[in-house]
């Protein structure tokens, strides 16, 4: 059966009883190697498909999924999404939408045809564990990978809307030990494309080879305060981490400290953010949101003030505002929303500028899940990274700490540079930001 | 779940394809999550999980794929697509399957096949918000969440091993959110096991809430922590989060026969101060990380892992035990079908001393006491560690003098060991979720209070 036969029983069966809904199936394919002293060490290949549901009757939303497709298991389904909404409290705000539109995805731009073979991926995946390996100091690869994975989303509902995305996604990974005497190092790094041909093994090696090279004599230095220049791929990830700020769903459920900001200056004058979906070079490239509604540039910030929160058509009917096509919603989870990617508009910092004087550029950050408090700002990690002075790494510092309150950061910005650069994963662009008197244990 | 004429089928062929070993896990899970948020029901969600996982094994090598589909000719293409590069010629025979009962070692009453009513789950979830927002007028918000799975499996391997288990989990959690209008703090209580509802029975929904806000509003009050390094007293349960991420993983094979551990050549050694002796135990009734058999259909076991500071075991699964020599531990474990087992922890602790808290406190000049622990993470390769502090206090001068926020406790692993002086005897165990190569599981990490002496602090002050 095809998948939209599939989602024609679902949704008969819901309409039957009254109800409309909404069905995701997910379905992929995958290929993940990784080596181990010159060897293939793990070998996984994967074929899946999932089915969620929602529904919403008298008012009440229920949900229920099922990896299996069998008719008396979608049958099921249903009957489990149904009693589920049957105790869920009244919530009027949340509707489907009336949107018949058939949506798809150019597979040109997000799924082009692969060439590779698996025999390729596997040389890939040897070749990258054992050049690594092969470096001086480099004790072993313990981490490494490459994965290789085609994935589809169809959206129906019972209004007639059939959207689909498909995608491909290619990665690898490596982290190298070193050692020295006693002193040791593990850093990794890796890289995303849409195409096998477009990873670039030598690169990643010497990355990473230098990272833990560099940081091997780090030690801590001591506690006061700095000022702090997260590199690319930490700072969109303390981004990330306090993301919730943005949340109207959030807001709605009184848990984000932005909910009363709209309007009002949360940051720096310089700083500007946009949520993205239409930058075609980055992994967030959207057409369309979980409930089919277009995606668009948003506005987020502009000039420090907060211009909007990301809305799904619940949350904006509770503020009596437009959804901003931000929609998240998976098999297993419920309606929510959720950033495209982020880009943050270039300051006025030249390099030299940026990089005056003392500061610690920080390359690692850990424990940020659990070390951060997204409701009230506060935060405390590990980290690791250099004492820098003129734009020169003056010496590799690790087993510190660096402390603060993000939402008090925002407003207290020294520069910010003139030259974005996306992340490896590729899910944000911005520019480096230098934020000042930034608490840091050693 | 799976018949055994297709298991054996399947089983011939993997081994037609010259591997050392063939097993399929079958998984069917069923699972229920409902969740409050301030006084009403928010969500109530449901779902099937079911697949059928494929490993072939080459001497050390894993081959590893998984689907939905339970048709034999469906696996057995799946297999000859993994084994396309390893093929030869067959090395072992098929052992005919001996169905062996898994041990019940934990009792299960309600599970959700068989008691799915939500009412329950509701009342308990609301009595506990009601609590917890009658705890302050602070409180402006309260969340409930009661999510429970049901996991069958059944394992058939090549060695003739044909088994079935049936796991039930149980979490019920509350979270209050206290605001003084400028700033706001969090607080959470967690209860769970691998058990049936009748869990509820021994649950307070009152003091649950309670706790959740209690906990909010001191860190509402709480001063910024001060850093550096300093003597640090831990308090019990969560608290053994440490020994979990710092050590618990250094010692599982994955880490180790990679030689990515610290520990990997220390079995045998002093790694700890004499003070510590720690076990990983699947054995304890309906703990939260309890097992009747691993995911490789072994037996579960108490593993001591430090003797009085002496490593004495790692935590072994079959592949780690192929490829360091050691005997399995009953510690293969996998989230679902999804993933390939490895070697992972259940109920992690370090055993009870004598110490008795106030002396603990009493010892220190400037410090901090950590009642309460939030997560972490490890890079298993240098031991470093991270910990985020969720309730602590500033010590001054032998006495706990106000709350302190945003406290982080960095080290490694061979570090702290040998900094932990008294342990207490106020032992107990917590819930968790472990991330590690297989997938997200339930584990208990547990320890009674206990000082370290010197560890860096990180705080904002």
């Known amino acids: 059966m095809t998948v939209e036969s599939h989602a024609e029983q679902v949704l008969s069966l819901v309409t039957k009883a009254g109800a409309k809904g909404d069905l995701i199936v997910d379905q992929g394919n995958a290929i993940s190697l990784k080596a181990r002293d010159g060897e293939l060490e793990e070998h996984k290949v994967t074929s899946s498909r999932i089915f969620g549901l929602r529904v919403i009757k008298d008012d009440k939303v229920g949900t229920a999924y099922s990896e299996a497709a069998d008719a008396d298991s979608l049958s099921s389904l249903v009957e489990q999404a149904l009693t589920n909404a049957g105790y869920a409290a009244p919530e009027v705000h949340e509707k489907i939408l009336a949107n018949d539109a058939q949506l798809s995805t150019d597979d040109s731009i997000l799924c082009p045809e692969e060439p590779a073979t698996t025999e390729d991926r596997i040389q890939m995946a040897l070749a990258l564990e054992r050049e690594l390996a092969g470096k001086e100091r480099v004790k072993n690869v313990p981490y490494n990978g490459v994965q290789d994975g085609v994935g589809e989303r169809h959206v129906f509902s019972t209004a007639g809307l059939h959207a689909a995305t498909k995608s491909r996604s290619c990665s690898a990974f490596a982290y190298a030990l070193i050692e020295e005497g006693e002193k040791n190092a593990m850093e990794g790094s890796g890289q995303v494309a849409r195409l096998f041909s477009e990873l670039d093994r030598s690169s990643l090696i010497e990355k990473v080879y230098q990272d833990a090279i560099d940081i091997l004599d780090g030690e801590p230095v001591p506690s006061g305060h700095y000022d702090v220049i997260f590199d690319k791929e930490m700072q969109v990830s303390l981004f990330g981490v306090f993301n919730v700020m943005f949340s109207g769903k959030s807001a709605k459920d009184g848990i984000n400290p932005m909910r009363d900001k709209v309007g009002e200056t949360i940051a720096d004058a310089r700083l500007s953010i946009m949520d993205r979906p239409d930058n075609t070079n980055g992994f967030g490239y959207s057409l369309f949101d979980d409930e089919g509604t277009p995606a668009a540039a948003t506005e987020l910030v502009k000039e420090g003030k907060l211009t909007t929160l990301i809305h799904n058509s619940m949350t904006a009917s509770h503020f009596d505002t437009q959804s901003t096509g931000h929609a998240t919603r998976g098999p297993r989870s419920t309606l929510g929303v959720g950033l495209h990617q982020l880009e943050m508009a270039p300051g006025d910092a030249d390099d030299t500028q940026l990089h005056q004087g003392k500061y610690l550029t920080l390359t690692e950050l850990t424990g940020m899940h659990s070390g951060a408090n997204a409701i009230s700002g506060e935060f405390s990690f590990g980290a690791s990274g250099f004492l820098c002075e003129d734009g020169q790494r003056i010496q590799p510092v690790r087993n510190i700490t660096v402390a603060g309150n993000f939402y008090h950061m925002l407003k207290n910005i020294g520069l910010i540079g003139q030259t974005q650069h996306w992340n490896w994963q590729k899910s944000a662009l911005m520019p480096a930001i230098r934020f000042s008197d930034i608490a840091i244990s050693g | ?461």
Request: charged share 25%.
């Open chain 2, 1 to 461: 779940m799976l018949a055994t004429q297709t298991a054996q089928s399947v089983i011939d062929h993997g081994l037609s394809l010259g591997a050392d070993f063939a097993e399929i896990f079958v998984e069917k899970s069923q699972s229920s999550n409902v969740s409050t948020l301030r006084e009403r029901v928010q969500s109530v969600e449901s779902g099937i999980d079911f697949g059928i996982g494929l490993r072939l094994v080459y001497g050390t090598k894993v081959l590893y794929g998984y689907t939905n589909n339970t048709r034999a000719d469906d696996m057995m293409r799946i297999l000859s697509d993994l084994a396309a590069r390893d093929l030869r010629d067959p090395r072992v025979n098929m052992t005919a399957f001996d169905y062996r009962d898994a041990p019940n070692r934990h009792p299960l009453k309600k599970m959700l096949s068989d008691d799915p009513a939500i009412e329950s789950r509701v009342a308990y979830l609301l009595k506990a918000d009601a609590a917890a927002r009658a705890a302050s007028n602070l409180i402006s918000q309260t969340r409930g969440m009661c999510r429970e799975v049901e996991q069958r499996i059944e394992i058939f391997n090549s060695e003739g091993l044909h088994t079935e288990d049936t796991r039930h989990y149980v979490r019920a959690t509350m979270t209050s959110i206290a605001s003084d209008g400028a700033e706001q703090a969090t607080g959470m209580q967690s209860n769970g096991g691998m058990i049936g509802w009748e869990i509820v029975d021994n649950l307070d929904a009152e003091e649950t809430g309670t706790e959740a806000s209690r906990q909010a509003i001191v860190n509402l009050g709480a001063k910024p922590c001060p850093s550096g390094r300093m003597p640090v007293v831990i308090g019990n349960g969560f608290g053994g989060v440490i020994f979990h991420e710092a050590c618990g993983h250094l010692l599982e094979t994955t880490s180790v026969a990679k030689k990515a551990s610290v520990f990997h050549d220390k079995l045998g050694e002093m790694i700890a101060n004499p003070a510590v002796s720690a076990s990983d135990d699947g054995t304890i009734t309906n703990e939260w990380g309890s097992l009747n058999i691993d995911d490789e259909g072994m037996d579960t076991q108490r593993t001591q892992l430090i003797k009085d500071g002496k490593l004495v075991s790692f935590l072994v699964d079959r592949i780690g035990s192929e490829q360091t020599g050691y005997q399995r531990t009953g510690s293969g474990r996998r989230e679902s079908y999804k993933f390939a087992p490895a070697s992972r922890m259940r109920n992690t602790f370090i055993e009870p001393g004598n110490a008795e808290f106030d002396d603990m406190i009493g010892s220190i000049d400037q410090g901090i006491y950590a009642a309460q622990m939030g997560g972490g993470s490890v890079q298993p390769g240098t031991g470093e560690f991270n910990f985020a502090v969720r309730e602590g206090y500033y010590v001054e001068d032998g006495k706990i003098q106000y709350p302190v926020k945003a406290a982080t406790l960095i080290s490694t692993g061979p570090a702290v060991l040998k900094e932990i002086s008294m342990v207490g005897g106020d032992f107990s165990l917590e819930c968790g979720m472990c991330g590690s190569i297989s997938g997200t599981i339930p584990a208990a990490v547990g320890q009674a209070t206990l000082k370290v002496d010197d560890i860096l602090v990180g705080g904002n002050a």
